[in-house]
T-cell receptor, first 113, second 111 residues
Framework: DTGVSQDPRHKITKRGQNVTFRCDPI?????LYWYRQTLGQGPEFLTY????????KSRLLSDRFSAERPKGSFSTLEIQRTEQGDSAMYLC???????????FGPGTRLLVL | RKEVEQDPGPFNVPEGATVAFNCTYS??????FFWYRQDCRKEPKLLMS???SGNEDGRFTAQLNRASQYISLLIRDSKLSDSATYLC????????????FGQGTELSVKP
């Protein structure tokens, strides 16, 4: 399978704990995106990388959220001191420069108790 | 007002019907437009890209109207397997960057 992969697929945590998610993009894609989706809504943009550079961050990405892509390959998204409102599906997508069509991974479903 | 808005759902149609979804966007600088399909508890899957005046792929036709700032998706001869949520997405500028999604329109095709 050469698609976008995400790990873990599901995560249950208690409020106040830290969680980290991983995304492996399609190998020839240099752009990587993180989105968050809650029930009944479309995905909301969080941040994106071109190679290892983080080019844009949403205002949704509070200080508790941090994303990295240290070698321009896989990326991690960490949420510190989780809150119940962080419960959502966290989606990763990747694309080439041209065309910029984004392909999504299966997502990580987070539940904060 | 949301930057990208879609027809509220759900749409309940019989097999074989033709159904159309609309999506409006407010940023006139938007350059790239996409339709994604999302099955329950799954990731969005690209259905069609819409770059210029529209395009067709089998039973699916996407149209872009830049003057009125909307895109549409037409599904002909609906199949049970078309039941899903359809998301439109807009990219503000050439060269990549974030997609702005609508809230999605749910389609249910009944026998």
């Amino acid at each position: 399978d050469t698609g976008v992969s995400q790990d873990p697929r599901h995560k249950i945590t208690k409020r106040g704990q830290n969680v980290t998610f991983r995304c492996d993009p399609i190998s020839e894609h240099n752009r990587l995106y993180w989105y968050r989706q809650t029930l009944g809504q479309g995905p909301e943009f969080l941040t994106y990388f071109q190679n290892e550079a983080q080019l844009e961050k949403s205002r949704l990405l509070s200080d508790r959220f941090s994303a990295e892509r240290p070698k321009g390959s896989f990326s991690t998204l960490e949420i510190q001191r989780t809150e119940q409102g962080d419960s959502a599906m966290y989606l990763c997508a990747s694309s080439r420069d041209i065309p910029e069509t984004q392909y999504f991974g299966p997502g990580t479903r987070l539940l904060v108790l | 007002r949301k930057e990208v808005e879609q027809d509220p759902g759900p749409f309940n149609v019989p097999e074989g019907a033709t159904v159309a979804f609309n999506c409006t966007y407010s940023n006139s600088a938007s350059q790239s437009f996409f339709w994604y399909r999302q099955d329950c508890r799954k990731e969005p899957k690209l259905l069609m890209s819409v770059y210029s005046s529209g395009n067709e792929d089998g039973r699916f036709t996407a149209q872009l109207n830049r003057a009125s700032q909307y895109i549409s998706l037409l599904i002909r001869d609906s199949k049970l397997s078309d039941s899903a949520t359809y998301l439109c997405a807009v990219n503000r500028g050439l060269g990549g960057g974030k997609l702005i999604f609508g809230q999605g329109t749910e389609l249910s095709v009944k026998p």
